[in-house]
Protein backbone atom coordinates (compact mmCIF):
# COMPACT_ATOMS: atom_id res chain seq x y z
CA UNK A 1 0.00 0.00 0.00
CA UNK A 2 2.97 2.58 0.96
CA UNK A 3 4.01 1.64 -2.23
CA UNK A 4 1.55 2.47 -4.38
CA UNK A 5 0.54 5.35 -2.59
CA UNK A 6 4.65 6.72 -3.18
CA UNK A 7 4.55 5.36 -6.92
CA UNK A 8 1.17 7.43 -7.22
CA UNK A 9 2.38 10.67 -5.80
CA UNK A 10 5.48 10.21 -8.15
CA UNK A 11 3.13 10.06 -11.06
CA UNK A 12 0.97 13.11 -9.84
CA UNK A 13 4.39 15.20 -9.56
CA UNK A 14 5.32 13.81 -12.71
CA UNK A 15 2.24 14.97 -14.63
CA UNK A 16 2.14 18.49 -12.46
CA UNK A 17 5.13 19.14 -13.74
CA UNK A 18 5.05 18.16 -16.96
CA UNK A 19 1.60 19.70 -17.60
CA UNK A 20 2.95 23.15 -16.45
CA UNK A 21 5.83 22.84 -19.03
CA UNK A 22 3.35 22.13 -21.91
CA UNK A 23 0.93 24.98 -20.82
CA UNK A 24 3.66 27.56 -20.84
CA UNK A 25 2.68 29.79 -23.49
CA UNK A 26 5.27 32.50 -25.40
CA UNK A 27 5.53 35.84 -24.53
CA UNK A 28 5.91 39.24 -25.97
CA UNK A 29 9.22 41.28 -25.01
CA UNK A 30 10.01 44.55 -25.48
CA UNK A 31 13.00 46.57 -24.55
CA UNK A 32 14.33 50.44 -25.09
CA UNK A 33 18.04 49.56 -26.64
CA UNK A 34 20.49 51.58 -24.76
CA UNK A 35 18.49 52.23 -21.90
CA UNK A 36 17.33 48.62 -20.45
CA UNK A 37 19.63 46.87 -19.60
CA UNK A 38 17.65 44.27 -17.69
CA UNK A 39 15.10 44.32 -20.50
CA UNK A 40 17.63 43.51 -22.83
CA UNK A 41 19.15 40.80 -21.13
CA UNK A 42 16.31 39.09 -20.24
CA UNK A 43 15.15 39.71 -24.42
CA UNK A 44 18.43 37.98 -25.28
CA UNK A 45 18.15 34.99 -23.25
CA UNK A 46 15.02 33.99 -24.07
CA UNK A 47 15.72 34.25 -27.51
CA UNK A 48 19.01 32.76 -27.48
CA UNK A 49 17.11 29.52 -25.35
CA UNK A 50 14.89 29.40 -28.13
CA UNK A 51 17.25 29.65 -31.34
CA UNK A 52 20.17 27.68 -30.59
CA UNK A 53 23.03 28.87 -33.35
CA UNK A 54 22.15 32.16 -32.87
CA UNK A 55 23.09 34.91 -30.30
CA UNK A 56 21.81 38.80 -30.17
CA UNK A 57 24.11 41.79 -28.84
CA UNK A 58 23.64 45.85 -28.84
CA UNK A 59 26.37 48.01 -29.23
CA UNK A 60 25.70 51.96 -28.46
CA UNK A 61 27.88 54.06 -30.51
CA UNK A 62 31.01 51.92 -30.92
CA UNK A 63 33.02 52.45 -34.37
CA UNK A 64 34.01 49.37 -33.91
CA UNK A 65 33.38 45.73 -34.15
CA UNK A 66 35.54 43.83 -33.37
CA UNK A 67 36.48 39.82 -35.04
CA UNK A 68 34.08 36.92 -33.87
CA UNK A 69 34.04 33.41 -34.95
CA UNK A 70 30.71 33.77 -36.01
CA UNK A 71 29.06 35.12 -39.20
CA UNK A 72 27.18 37.90 -37.50
CA UNK A 73 24.31 40.44 -39.42
CA UNK A 74 24.61 44.04 -37.51
CA UNK A 75 21.29 46.53 -38.01
CA UNK A 76 22.74 50.15 -37.98
CA UNK A 77 19.87 51.48 -35.58
CA UNK A 78 21.20 55.04 -35.21
CA UNK A 79 24.17 57.15 -37.09
CA UNK A 80 26.24 57.53 -39.91
CA UNK A 81 29.40 57.59 -41.72
CA UNK A 82 32.01 55.04 -43.76
CA UNK A 83 31.96 51.53 -42.91
CA UNK A 84 35.08 49.37 -44.08
CA UNK A 85 34.65 45.72 -43.94
CA UNK A 86 37.34 43.10 -45.62
CA UNK A 87 38.57 46.16 -47.32
CA UNK A 88 35.75 47.30 -48.81
CA UNK A 89 34.32 50.67 -47.58
CA UNK A 90 30.41 52.27 -47.58
CA UNK A 91 28.59 54.73 -46.47
CA UNK A 92 26.39 53.23 -43.68
CA UNK A 93 23.04 54.97 -42.27
CA UNK A 94 20.31 53.84 -40.19
CA UNK A 95 17.92 51.45 -42.12
CA UNK A 96 21.35 49.46 -43.25
CA UNK A 97 22.87 45.92 -42.65
CA UNK A 98 26.24 44.88 -42.79
CA UNK A 99 26.90 40.91 -43.21
CA UNK A 100 29.82 40.57 -41.64
CA UNK A 101 32.23 36.98 -42.07
CA UNK A 102 33.65 35.05 -39.31
CA UNK A 103 37.04 36.77 -38.10
CA UNK A 104 36.37 39.82 -39.82
CA UNK A 105 36.23 43.46 -38.47
CA UNK A 106 34.02 46.55 -39.00
CA UNK A 107 35.40 50.03 -38.74
CA UNK A 108 33.31 53.50 -39.02
CA UNK A 109 34.62 56.92 -39.00
CA UNK A 110 31.54 58.03 -37.17
CA UNK A 111 29.60 56.45 -33.85
CA UNK A 112 27.04 54.03 -34.38
CA UNK A 113 24.34 52.25 -32.37
CA UNK A 114 23.79 48.69 -34.35
CA UNK A 115 21.34 45.44 -33.01
CA UNK A 116 24.07 42.28 -34.17
CA UNK A 117 22.86 39.12 -34.47
CA UNK A 118 25.09 35.86 -34.82
CA UNK A 119 24.10 33.00 -37.59
CA UNK A 120 24.92 29.48 -37.92
CA UNK A 121 24.98 30.04 -42.19
CA UNK A 122 27.74 31.26 -44.16
CA UNK A 123 26.93 34.04 -46.48
CA UNK A 124 26.73 32.84 -50.18
CA UNK A 125 29.69 34.54 -52.07
CA UNK A 126 27.09 36.22 -54.36
CA UNK A 127 25.46 38.52 -51.20
CA UNK A 128 27.01 42.13 -51.23
CA UNK A 129 28.49 43.11 -47.29
CA UNK A 130 26.39 46.17 -47.43
CA UNK A 131 22.67 46.35 -47.51
CA UNK A 132 21.62 49.65 -48.04
CA UNK A 133 17.79 49.34 -48.51
CA UNK A 134 17.07 52.90 -49.54
CA UNK A 135 19.88 52.94 -51.60
CA UNK A 136 20.60 49.84 -53.50
CA UNK A 137 18.80 50.08 -56.81
CA UNK A 138 18.14 46.19 -56.63
CA UNK A 139 15.79 46.78 -53.76
CA UNK A 140 12.38 48.17 -54.79
CA UNK A 141 9.17 48.82 -52.79
CA UNK A 142 7.47 45.54 -52.73
CA UNK A 143 4.00 45.93 -51.08
CA UNK A 144 2.49 42.59 -48.98
CA UNK A 145 2.89 40.98 -45.73
CA UNK A 146 2.19 44.14 -43.27
CA UNK A 147 2.09 47.21 -45.53
CA UNK A 148 -0.39 45.43 -48.74
CA UNK A 149 -1.42 49.32 -49.49
CA UNK A 150 -0.70 50.65 -52.84
CA UNK A 151 2.65 53.01 -52.26
CA UNK A 152 3.57 50.78 -49.27
CA UNK A 153 7.16 51.38 -47.92
CA UNK A 154 8.04 47.76 -47.49
CA UNK A 155 11.94 47.35 -49.13
CA UNK A 156 13.15 43.41 -48.47
CA UNK A 157 17.02 43.13 -47.25
CA UNK A 158 16.95 39.03 -46.73
CA UNK A 159 14.77 36.66 -48.01
CA UNK A 160 13.63 33.53 -48.23
CA UNK A 161 12.03 33.41 -51.58
CA UNK A 162 13.99 35.37 -55.09
CA UNK A 163 10.93 36.01 -56.01
CA UNK A 164 10.18 38.51 -53.39
CA UNK A 165 14.12 40.13 -53.62
CA UNK A 166 17.62 39.96 -54.90
CA UNK A 167 19.18 38.37 -51.65
CA UNK A 168 18.27 35.11 -50.59
CA UNK A 169 19.79 33.38 -47.44
CA UNK A 170 17.71 31.10 -44.92
CA UNK A 171 18.95 31.68 -41.33
CA UNK A 172 17.72 35.36 -41.04
CA UNK A 173 15.33 37.63 -43.38
CA UNK A 174 14.37 41.64 -42.95
CA UNK A 175 12.51 43.70 -44.73
CA UNK A 176 12.17 47.27 -43.71
CA UNK A 177 8.57 48.56 -43.97
CA UNK A 178 6.38 51.28 -42.60
CA UNK A 179 3.16 49.47 -40.40
CA UNK A 180 -0.01 51.39 -40.77
CA UNK A 181 -2.65 48.74 -40.36
CA UNK A 182 -1.80 45.19 -40.62
CA UNK A 183 -3.59 41.93 -40.56
CA UNK A 184 -3.62 39.83 -36.98
CA UNK A 185 -1.69 36.75 -37.33
CA UNK A 186 0.63 34.30 -35.92
CA UNK A 187 3.38 32.29 -36.58
CA UNK A 188 3.31 28.49 -35.73
CA UNK A 189 5.33 26.77 -32.94
CA UNK A 190 5.99 23.97 -35.39
CA UNK A 191 7.69 25.20 -38.76
CA UNK A 192 7.52 29.35 -37.94
CA UNK A 193 9.64 31.38 -36.89
CA UNK A 194 10.46 34.36 -34.25
CA UNK A 195 10.31 37.55 -35.08
CA UNK A 196 11.15 41.24 -33.95
CA UNK A 197 10.51 45.00 -34.71
CA UNK A 198 13.09 46.68 -34.50
CA UNK A 199 11.63 50.03 -34.29
CA UNK A 200 13.34 52.80 -36.22
CA UNK A 201 10.40 55.91 -37.01
CA UNK A 202 6.76 56.06 -35.00
CA UNK A 203 4.01 58.19 -35.18
CA UNK A 204 1.99 59.10 -32.39
CA UNK A 205 -0.20 56.12 -32.12
CA UNK A 206 1.82 53.64 -33.30
CA UNK A 207 1.17 50.23 -31.53
CA UNK A 208 1.47 46.36 -31.67
CA UNK A 209 -1.35 44.60 -30.45
CA UNK A 210 -0.38 41.06 -29.25
CA UNK A 211 -2.17 37.86 -27.99
CA UNK A 212 -0.91 34.73 -26.53
CA UNK A 213 -3.79 32.51 -26.63
CA UNK A 214 -4.13 31.07 -30.24
CA UNK A 215 -5.61 27.89 -28.87
CA UNK A 216 -9.10 29.85 -27.66
CA UNK A 217 -9.35 31.97 -30.52
CA UNK A 218 -9.14 29.58 -32.80
CA UNK A 219 -11.40 27.61 -30.94
CA UNK A 220 -13.96 30.49 -30.26
CA UNK A 221 -16.89 28.10 -29.74
CA UNK A 222 -15.74 27.05 -26.60
CA UNK A 223 -14.92 30.54 -25.58
CA UNK A 224 -16.92 32.24 -22.45
CA UNK A 225 -17.36 36.01 -22.53
CA UNK A 226 -14.90 36.41 -19.73
CA UNK A 227 -12.77 34.76 -21.38
CA UNK A 228 -12.54 37.44 -24.18
CA UNK A 229 -11.28 40.61 -22.23
CA UNK A 230 -8.11 39.17 -21.90
CA UNK A 231 -7.52 37.62 -25.25
CA UNK A 232 -5.64 40.89 -26.85
CA UNK A 233 -3.25 43.66 -25.30
CA UNK A 234 -2.24 47.14 -26.87
CA UNK A 235 1.52 48.37 -26.68
CA UNK A 236 2.84 51.80 -27.62
CA UNK A 237 5.75 51.77 -29.99
CA UNK A 238 8.45 53.86 -29.78
CA UNK A 239 11.97 54.99 -31.53
CA UNK A 240 14.52 52.41 -29.90
CA UNK A 241 12.10 49.67 -29.21
CA UNK A 242 13.11 46.55 -29.88
CA UNK A 243 9.98 43.83 -29.92
CA UNK A 244 10.67 40.28 -29.78
CA UNK A 245 7.62 37.94 -30.86
CA UNK A 246 8.37 34.42 -30.31
CA UNK A 247 6.70 31.82 -32.55
CA UNK A 248 3.09 31.36 -31.55
CA UNK A 249 2.61 35.05 -30.50
CA UNK A 250 -0.56 36.16 -32.43
CA UNK A 251 0.39 40.21 -33.75
CA UNK A 252 -0.96 43.08 -35.35
CA UNK A 253 1.15 46.04 -35.92
CA UNK A 254 -0.79 49.33 -37.03
CA UNK A 255 -0.50 53.72 -36.66
CA UNK A 256 2.44 53.94 -38.41
CA UNK A 257 5.52 52.67 -37.27
CA UNK A 258 8.84 52.31 -39.54
CA UNK A 259 10.40 48.87 -38.79
CA UNK A 260 13.08 46.21 -39.16
CA UNK A 261 11.33 43.29 -39.32
CA UNK A 262 13.57 40.73 -38.46
CA UNK A 263 12.63 37.00 -39.18
CA UNK A 264 14.83 33.92 -37.69
CA UNK A 265 15.11 31.71 -39.24
CA UNK A 266 13.70 33.49 -42.30
CA UNK A 267 10.53 34.05 -43.50
CA UNK A 268 9.25 30.59 -44.44
CA UNK A 269 6.23 30.62 -46.84
CA UNK A 270 2.77 29.72 -45.25
CA UNK A 271 3.50 30.36 -41.85
CA UNK A 272 1.53 33.26 -41.40
CA UNK A 273 -1.68 32.45 -40.13
CA UNK A 274 -4.51 34.93 -40.01
CA UNK A 275 -6.77 34.92 -36.77
CA UNK A 276 -8.85 38.38 -38.29
CA UNK A 277 -11.60 35.55 -39.44
CA UNK A 278 -12.05 34.14 -35.79
CA UNK A 279 -11.68 37.78 -34.08
CA UNK A 280 -14.72 38.86 -36.00
CA UNK A 281 -16.31 35.72 -34.93
CA UNK A 282 -16.07 35.76 -31.40
CA UNK A 283 -17.39 39.64 -31.96
CA UNK A 284 -20.34 38.30 -33.30
CA UNK A 285 -21.09 35.81 -31.14
CA UNK A 286 -20.88 37.66 -27.83
CA UNK A 287 -21.90 40.97 -29.62
CA UNK A 288 -19.26 42.49 -28.33
CA UNK A 289 -19.37 46.10 -29.45
CA UNK A 290 -17.49 49.67 -28.71
CA UNK A 291 -14.57 48.99 -25.75
CA UNK A 292 -15.40 45.59 -25.48
CA UNK A 293 -15.05 44.34 -29.12
CA UNK A 294 -11.79 42.81 -30.37
CA UNK A 295 -9.68 44.99 -32.88
CA UNK A 296 -9.29 43.28 -35.96
CA UNK A 297 -8.13 44.17 -39.79
CA UNK A 298 -11.87 44.28 -41.41
CA UNK A 299 -10.48 43.55 -44.99
CA UNK A 300 -8.85 40.06 -44.07
CA UNK A 301 -12.10 38.63 -42.02
CA UNK A 302 -13.94 36.92 -44.41
CA UNK A 303 -11.86 33.94 -44.26
CA UNK A 304 -8.42 32.45 -42.65
CA UNK A 305 -5.56 33.64 -44.33
CA UNK A 306 -2.69 31.75 -44.83
CA UNK A 307 0.88 33.80 -46.39
Not at 192 to 218: C, N, R, W
Amino acid sequence: MKYFFLVSLAFIFWFGNSYRKSDTKPQLQVTQLGKDANGFKALQKTFQANNKGYQLHFFSQVNLLKPSQFNRIAFVQSGGGTAELKGEISKVSIGDILLIPANQTVKVDSLLDMLVFSVPEAFPERLPLFIRPDWDKNITDTPGGCATETGAYRRILLTWLGRVGPYLYHSLNAHRVRIMDSFTHYHPKEGGFDEFYLVQMAMPGAKIITGESVDLVENYEHLSKEQTKGLLTETALHVGDLVYLPRGVIHRGLGGALVQVITVPGFIPKSEIGVDYYLRKINERFDLKGNEALPYNVEASDSVIIK
